[in-house]
């Protein structure tokens, strides 16, 4: 018998038969009668979802329709965890067999929905191949979100919590079946006609918005009663070409399977109570670009930069172009931004600043044909040098070679005296600063890091310069 592990993956070994039985008008109710040794120990009623799952819910009812529940047990007691049950094993099988199933039942695909494994919600018990969910199920006594996306939550508790609780804290034997046999009597009870009388109401994006990509958010207004929402997206504007299909519980989603590059797509929204949808949402057009790079140089938070900023970032796969925005404030307000230079085709941009011992928020964003993807998250830097000598020299240098194994070695005639070399990692966190004195023009810096990418900064008493390499 396989057992349940606690706080990663259930594995469960269950088949049972599945009937197609007529559209829902609403979210049908069940009522789980118990008894521990025939003293009844009280009614469970539960509501399921069809329109979230409905081949588990039509499953589930064709069960109750031919009695199949009746006498089965609640097999599995786990305080804190779960109470499972439905094995038709359980009837009148010997323990041992209680939970292994029957092979000659039909398995039911899954229908992994947003719907979280919280207390009181009903799931489908499985084993290890996900489609495998046929007639046991569990209700969670307590939050399982290591269960969500994993396994099909179809329904919850309504009323007769206290009995869940009275049955999962039964006397048990070291594989967690009760000591005492726990049956079940299940039948059919009213149905919840509630409809959803509102349609989601859109926040973002706005119609038209150009440039949208994976990390942008789509938000909407709660619907009262909704428990997920469904979003579609489409090539035409009557949907005849529904290119992806999301569901989410939140209020908010980052869509990542869109095409990247002024794709344009229709998307709409619904609220889903898990008996019916609502109508849909206005439609709303985007169109798509490309994620922001990242940020390289220079290094967020970074002081004493030269007044000749020097500004670099990572390549972005099928960007043709960049725009890098300077502002006073993180807001980036017009009167605030001091640089705004679209159509870049280099990774890299360079700009002097008139004034020194001021911060500056810099921000990249992609462009494909002219249309920017969302701005990379802004990070700032402060001209001048923490010792009141302003750095007013960009100096020109040769870096090599790249990637590094052992030396780091620069070529200038420009730096003189002691020469600070600073590494940054990708963060902008200082890990390394090393000294050196130019010979014949050229500094030699020792180099013992992990591989990866860095960023340095080396400078004398007249300026610096930035850049990048790789160490092996």
Same mark, same amino acid.
């Given at each position: 018998?396989?057992?349940?592990?606690?706080?990663?993956?259930?594995?469960?070994?269950?088949?049972?038969?599945?009937?197609?039985?007529?559209?829902?008008?609403g979210k049908p109710h069940y009522l789980i009668d118990?008894?521990?040794?025939?003293?009844?120990?009280?009614?469970?009623? !539960?509501?399921?979802?069809?329109?979230?799952?409905?081949?588990?819910?039509?499953?589930?009812?064709?069960?109750?329709?031919?009695?199949?529940?009746?006498?089965?047990?609640?097999?599995?007691?786990?305080?804190?965890? !779960?109470?499972?049950?439905?094995?038709?094993?359980?009837?009148?099988?010997?323990?041992?067999?209680?939970?292994?199933?029957?092979?000659?039942?039909?398995?039911?695909?899954?229908?992994?929905?947003?719907?979280?494994?919280?207390?009181?919600?009903?799931?489908?018990?499985?084993?290890?191949?996900?489609?495998?969910?046929?007639?046991?199920?569990?209700?969670?006594?307590?939050?399982?979100?290591?269960?969500?996306?994993?396994?099909?939550?179809?329904?919850?508790?309504?009323?007769?919590?206290?009995?869940?609780?009275?049955?999962?804290?039964?006397?048990?034997?070291?594989?967690?079946?009760?000591?005492?046999?726990?049956?079940?009597?299940?039948?059919?009870?009213?149905?919840d006609s509630t409809r959803i009388d509102s349609v989601?109401?859109?926040?973002?994006?706005?119609?038209?918005?150009?440039?949208?990509?994976?990390?942008?958010?789509?938000?909407?207004?709660? !619907?009262?009663?909704?428990?997920?929402?469904?979003?579609?997206?489409?090539?035409?504007?009557?949907?005849?070409?529904?290119?992806?299909?999301?569901?989410?519980?939140?209020?908010?989603?980052?869509?990542?399977?869109?095409? !990247?590059?002024?794709?344009?797509?229709?998307?709409?929204?619904?609220?889903?109570?898990?008996?019916?949808?609502?109508?849909?949402?206005?439609?709303?057009?985007?169109?798509?670009?490309?994620?922001?790079?990242?940020?390289?140089?220079?290094?967020?938070?970074?002081?004493?930069?030269?007044?000749?900023?020097?500004?670099?970032?990572?390549?972005?796969?099928?960007?043709?172009?960049?725009?890098?925005?300077?502002?006073?404030?993180?807001?980036?307000?017009?009167?605030?931004?001091?640089?705004?230079?679209?159509?870049?085709?280099?990774?890299?941009?360079?700009?002097?600043?008139?004034?020194?011992?001021?911060?500056?928020?810099?921000?990249?964003?992609?462009?494909?044909?002219?249309?920017?993807?969302?701005?990379?998250?802004?990070?700032?830097?402060?001209?001048?040098?923490?010792?009141?000598?302003?750095?007013?020299?960009?100096?020109?240098?040769?870096?090599y070679p790249n990637p590094v194994s052992q030396f780091?070695?620069?070529?200038?005639?420009?730096?003189?005296?002691?020469?600070?070399?600073?590494?940054?990692?990708?963060?902008?966190?200082?890990?390394?600063?090393?000294?050196?004195?130019?010979?014949?023009?050229?500094?030699?810096?020792?180099?013992?890091?992990?591989?990866?990418?860095?960023?340095?900064?080396?400078?004398?008493?007249?300026?610096?310069?930035?850049?990048?390499?790789?160490?092996?």
């Amino acid at each position: 018998m396989r057992k349940i592990l606690l706080l990663s993956a259930l594995f469960f070994y269950s088949i049972v038969g599945f009937a197609q039985i007529g559209a829902y008008q609403g979210k049908p109710h069940y009522l789980i009668d118990t008894y521990r040794a025939g003293t009844k120990i009280g009614t469970i009623e !539960v509501e399921m979802y069809p329109s979230i799952a409905p081949k588990h819910v039509r499953n589930f009812d064709s069960l109750v329709a031919a009695h199949f529940y009746d006498t089965t047990a609640f097999h599995r007691v786990i305080p804190g965890f !779960v109470i499972q049950g439905g094995d038709p094993n359980s009837k009148h099988g010997p323990k041992s067999t209680w939970g292994m199933g029957d092979p000659k039942q039909i398995d039911i695909p899954a229908e992994f929905n947003p719907i979280s494994h919280q207390r009181g919600v009903l799931s489908a018990a499985r084993g290890s191949n996900i489609n495998s969910a046929n007639s046991q199920f569990f209700i969670c006594v307590a939050a399982a979100t290591n269960l969500d996306n994993n396994y099909t939550a179809y329904g919850k508790v309504v009323t007769g919590l206290t009995f869940v609780d009275n049955i999962v804290s039964s006397a048990r034997d070291a594989n967690d079946n009760p000591l005492q046999k726990i049956e079940m009597f299940v039948t059919r009870g009213i149905v919840d006609s509630t409809r959803i009388d509102s349609v989601p109401e859109i926040i973002q994006p706005i119609n038209n918005l150009a440039g949208i990509s994976s990390n942008f958010l789509f938000k909407w207004k709660a !619907v009262p009663g909704a428990l997920i929402y469904n979003l579609e997206f489409a090539s035409d504007s009557l949907f005849q070409n529904i290119i992806l299909s999301k569901s989410t519980a939140a209020l908010s989603i980052s869509i990542s399977e869109l095409a !990247v590059g002024k794709v344009k797509y229709y998307w709409r929204i619904y609220a889903n109570n898990g008996g019916f949808k609502s109508a849909a949402s206005d439609t709303r057009v985007i169109y798509t670009g490309l994620n922001a790079p990242q940020l390289l140089l220079p290094a967020n938070a970074s002081i004493g930069i030269s007044t000749q900023t020097h500004f670099e970032w990572r390549k972005v796969e099928q960007a043709n172009a960049y725009r890098i925005q300077v502002s006073t404030t993180p807001a980036f307000t017009s009167s605030a931004i001091k640089l705004d230079s679209a159509g870049i085709i280099d990774t890299f941009f360079n700009f002097n600043f008139s004034l020194t011992n001021r911060k500056y928020y810099w921000r990249i964003a992609s462009e494909v044909n002219g249309i920017s993807g969302l701005n990379a998250n802004a990070i700032y830097f402060t001209t001048g040098s923490t010792t009141g000598i302003e750095n007013t020299m960009l100096h020109t240098i040769k870096q090599y070679p790249n990637p590094v194994s052992q030396f780091l070695n620069f070529e200038s005639s420009t730096l003189t005296g002691q020469v600070t070399l600073q590494i940054f990692d990708q963060l902008g966190k200082l890990i390394a600063i090393q000294k050196a004195i130019s010979i014949n023009n050229i500094l030699s810096f020792p180099i013992y890091l992990p591989t990866g990418h860095y960023i340095y900064q080396i400078s004398d008493a007249t300026g610096l310069a930035h850049g990048s390499f790789d160490a092996l």
